[in-house]
């Protein structure tokens, strides 16, 4: 695989950023691409290891050798065509994804891994601007119906999947694009809607029907659902965590997603019926050291905020792999965004205990204080105050970027779908089958929230079992070269 010892003489090289200066003007991608002359030597580094983790490590199983070594002899086509076989959107993981595979990466154990996630950007890249991607609508119909509910990654590649085999797909989104949260929850500078509405096109010629503005139970009776011969739900997990402290409901502490929602809505000049939330000349807090945090340092930031904070109740992670989590396992090790580096002074271990108020309401401050994790053997960890440690904080918005604990209720309940303990649409990993017959659910409305490569995986196996159901059998493939190689 790659040229012989390739990666004793070639360095890894990523992406470059625009200067920082230059970014926070306004909310556009910022990566220079790795020039193309060096690109073909990124595909070199990667060793002929004997047994690849990478692949083992990556939910979708992606035939990352095989496409390395392609993009080593130049050979971008055929590597675009293994990589499709097992990622349906290559764009969306190629920028979005924590690389679980580069972690796992054999040639991590000595040097820098090889970088996976940027030949995989650069592969689809590629395919795109050579018109290499094109629509594949099937040849045969089978004339059965499948309604997908919600139109993120897991519901996208449900319906690219079943699409292929044949059925007649129709997908609804309950807000007024497609995306899911690729869409309204990922910030622009990172993910610019044109890469989503440019591969909508390509399955709306393929034939799947996308139907916007659609909230099934809501304002689209349950029982529509009944004119369809299978049902994928894939709506998510959107119940949002808060914080059941004093304060919590005054004017300035908001959730994260709606402040992220809201200003990719104005990019595009979406409505929405809340003033805007604005970090224009505050003093901005963001409570949760998560993606979603870091996606509200850097918008904070280019909104023109006085200060930005973040606070993280966990302990600071070691620069370096820590011991407790070795080669090939992810990972606990301190990770700094982009947006980290626009600015932003990060706190850990910190509680916030109380949102201050004006006689107004207004946030004016928080008040936190120090903790740490008491560990017991056998016992989970235990969070302790450190006596002596309150502090105020001046802040005139603080949001809480606190991630999800769920799917919403209402769909399982007019459904009469089971919920596991973690309260997610209850179904077997592999079979995502509900207890409702011709009901299957994916993504994280299923397994709770988690990984873009996580949704995609599943919705490509949930088609598999979807196809199953309704054919009898299926020759959709879903990951790895058994799947690849019986396409």
């Known amino acids: 695989m790659g040229q012989l010892g390739g990666f004793k003489i070639h360095k890894r090289q990523d992406e470059t950023n625009t200067k920082i200066k230059d970014r926070l003007k306004n909310y556009e991608e910022f990566t220079v691409p790795v020039p193309s002359n060096d690109a073909t030597k990124q595909g070199s580094r990667c060793m002929d290891c004997g047994i690849p983790f990478c692949h083992s490590a990556c939910p979708l199983g992606n035939l990352i050798p095989d496409f390395n070594d392609l993009v080593h002899k130049g050979e971008w086509k055929r590597a675009l065509e293994i990589l499709h076989a097992t990622n349906n959107f290559p764009e969306f993981t190629g920028r979005l994804c924590p690389a679980p595979c580069e972690k796992a990466c054999v040639l991590g154990i000595i040097d820098q891994p090889v970088s996976i996630e940027n030949i995989e950007k650069m592969i689809v890249e590629k395919g795109f601007s050579e018109g290499w991607i094109v629509p594949k609508p099937p040849q045969i119909r089978t004339n059965k119906t499948v309604a997908v509910i919600g139109s993120g990654p897991a519901g996208l590649a449900t319906a690219q999947q079943l699409n292929r085999a044949g059925h007649n797909v129709t997908v609804f989104e309950r807000d007024d694009a497609i995306g899911g949260l690729l869409r309204y929850g990922i910030p622009n500078f990172k993910l610019d809607k044109k890469v989503i509405d440019r591969r909508v096109a390509i399955l709306q010629q393929e034939g799947i029907v996308f139907k916007t503005n659609i909230n099934v139970g809501v304002n689209y009776s349950v029982e529509n659902l009944h004119n369809f011969d299978a049902v994928v739900l894939c709506g998510g997990a959107t119940e949002r965590r808060s914080l059941p402290i004093k304060g919590i409901d005054s004017k300035g502490v908001e959730q994260a997603m709606d402040y992220l929602t809201q200003q990719t809505k104005v990019l595009y000049n979406s409505e929405f019926e809340e003033e805007q939330i604005q970090a224009t000349d505050k003093h901005v807090i963001v409570i949760g050291g998560g993606d979603t945090g870091s996606d509200c340092v850097g918008t904070a930031n280019r909104q023109g905020a ?117 309260s997610n649409y209850k179904a077997e990993y592999g079979k995502y089958q509900t207890n409702v017959p011709n009901i299957f659910t994916a993504g994280d409305m299923r397994r709770g929230q988690s990984l873009i490569v996580w949704a995609i995986a599943e919705g490509r196996e949930a088609a598999l079992e979807v196809d199953k159901c309704l054919e009898g059998i299926s020759n959709l493939p879903t990951k790895g070269k058994n799947d690849l190689l019986s396409a």
């Open 306 to 422: 006085k200060s930005v904070t973040n606070f993280e109740i966990m302990p600071k992670p070691p620069q370096s792999r820590s011991e407790k989590t070795p080669w090939p396992f992810w990972p606990l090790q301190l990770k700094t965004s982009t947006s980290h580096e626009e600015g932003c002074d990060r706190n850990w271990l910190i509680n916030t205990k109380e949102f201050i108020t004006n006689e107004e309401g207004e946030l004016t401050a928080l008040k936190t204080v120090e903790v740490e994790w008491k560990t017991t053997t056998n016992q989970r960890p235990q969070l302790v105050e450190k006596p002596n440690t309150e502090k105020i904080w001046e802040c005139d918005l603080a949001l809480l970027a606190l991630g999800f604990t769920g799917p919403k209720s209402s769909l399982a309940e007019q459904l009469g779908i089971e919920r596991d303990a973690r």
